[in-house]
């Protein structure tokens, strides 16, 4: 089983509806961030959360928001879908103190009709 | 501004021939990470390096961290198909955020 998995992996939905993409892992790590990766503009912070009670903005938060419900679960919502926010969706986590590599789940490929 | 520039964009070369991927900052660097992904799938952790003059390698990829130059480089020896996909570096800005400010990529195709 992956550490790291991203529900759903693929998803085709129009434009105004909610969404809520989910991550879970079995790391037992304390960090956790959400990316999208689009052509041409390479990986962008969305959000990230250190433990269940911090949660940071990160560089393109407009649109989205974040519940982080367990240490091992990190949901991103789109509270109104628009077709810029077609996109993949990564998931990661890192732990311990300092600096540590961030592991990536396989994604979330979403498009917004 | 870009922060971290990743060159080539794209690389071909044959099977057998080695390659390098730079990737430079545009501000200090305290922590540098390479991850490879296959086309539409996630990032595999690769090497991380924190110390100017590092140098790590796992089977036939080997990077370097030169701080001076702010500028990091992954080098394959004898390439193989299954090295293709795309490389990303990612650098740690420092202080105690943790996060990562990642390359457009690199796509690497190797011809059998």
């Known amino acids: 089983d992956a550490d790291v998995t991203q529900t759903p992996r693929n998803r085709i939905t129009k434009t105004g509806k909610r969404i809520m993409l989910e991550c879970s892992q079995t790391?037992?790590?304390?960090?956790m961030y959400w990316y999208r990766q689009d052509p041409g503009l390479g990986l962008r912070l969305i959000y990230y959360s250190f433990d269940v009670k911090d949660i940071n903005k990160g560089e393109i938060s407009d649109g989205y928001s974040v519940s982080r419900q367990a240490q091992a679960k990190f949901s991103l919502s789109l509270e109104s879908a628009i077709p810029n926010q077609t996109a993949l969706y990564f998931c990661a986590t890192s732990g311990g103190a300092g600096n540590q590599p961030q592991h990536f789940g396989d994604g979330t490929r979403l498009s917004i009709l | 501004s870009q922060e971290l520039e990743q060159s080539p964009q794209s690389l071909i070369v044959q099977e057998g021939k080695n390659l390098t991927i730079n990737c430079t900052s545009s501000?200090?660097?305290?922590?540098l990470y390479w991850y490879k992904q296959k086309y539409g799938e996630g990032l595999i952790f690769l090497m991380m390096?924190?110390?100017?003059?590092e140098e790590k390698s796992h089977e036939k990829i080997t990077a370097k961290l030169d701080e001076k130059k702010q500028q990091s480089s992954l080098h394959i020896t004898a390439s193989q198909p299954s090295h293709a996909g795309i490389y990303l570096c990612?650098?740690?800005?420092?202080?105690?955020?943790?996060?990562?400010?990642f390359g457009k990529g690199t796509l690497l195709t190797v011809n059998p």
């Open positions: 990612g650098a740690d800005r420092g202080g105690s955020n943790y996060k990562l400010t």
């Open positions: 790391k037992g790590h304390d960090r």
């Open positions: 390096l924190q110390k100017g003059g």
């Open positions: 501000k200090t660097l305290y922590g």
